[in-house]
């Protein structure tokens, strides 16, 4: 499963790249502790939802913040 989440990584940096619209690039974090997770051995019943709501959590809170510095500048 570490696998996936490093791909998930890559893929969701990739596509921001293409894409600049500040959603892809929020499953970067929540892949990453995922991918810590697997690497200790935490089974994939609780990496995926840690994942989703990590994910989540930085589209609710960090995008606006991010997007209000943004227009200021």
């Known amino acids: 499963m570490e696998y996936v989440w490093i791909g998930v990584v890559i893929l ?7 894409t600049p619209s500040l ?14 997770l697997a690497f200790c ?16 959590l930085c589209i609710i809170f960090a995008r606006p913040l991010f997007n209000r510095r943004c227009k200021k500048h």
């Open 12 to 18: 969701s940096i990739g596509l921001e790249f293409i």
């Open 23 to 36: 959603i892809s690039i929020w499953f970067t974090p929540g892949a990453l502790i995922a991918m810590i």
């Open 41 to 56: 051995g935490v089974p994939e019943f609780v990496q995926i939802p840690v994942f989703l709501v990590a994910s989540i």
